[in-house]
């Protein structure tokens, strides 16, 4: 419990450090025009399911990943929680060195990564079904949804009018949340 307050405080003092500048102001989008631009690509409206229902689908396989920790692992709940959040730390500062250095050209190959990786790890661990197997699967997983997310949505954002790339990132981040 004192751990988030304490790096609540730690932020707080590094952004009261920071000065920031006024700009101008720049031109508001309205989500509605926003609306309009997706409606008229089908690309679009095909990424939004798809980030969706791949949520939805993402986040019930982290919940029976906990299920497999606490009761086929034997992890207690509070061990499982401990696990997932130090793994999603790691796995974040490991997204940001594979997309800074880790990243290949090629989209086919980024795709690969983020997902190949996973379904590799999850049929070896299906088949040969050992604790450290399945412990392997559960990282990758975690490891590959963070590290590759920002690259292979990229794509779709920069098809998108610069006006509108930030209102497609809240609103991805807000299905993300959902």
Known sequence: MVL???LLFVSFCFLS?????HHERLSQVKFCDFLEVVKRDRVQIFYFLYSFIGNISYYCALGMQMLILTNFLDYSAKDATIFFLIMGII???FGVI???KLTPKNDYLTIFCKLGFRMIGYTIAFFMPSSELILLAIIIALFTSTAYENKTDGIYFNQLDTDYQLV????????NKL
């Open 4 to 6: 988030p307050f304490l």
């Open 17 to 21: 450090l920071v000065k920031f500048e």
């Open 91 to 93: 796995a974040d500062i």
């Open 98 to 100: 594979a997309l800074k």
């Open 168 to 175: 497609a990132s809240n609103i991805r981040n807000l299905v």
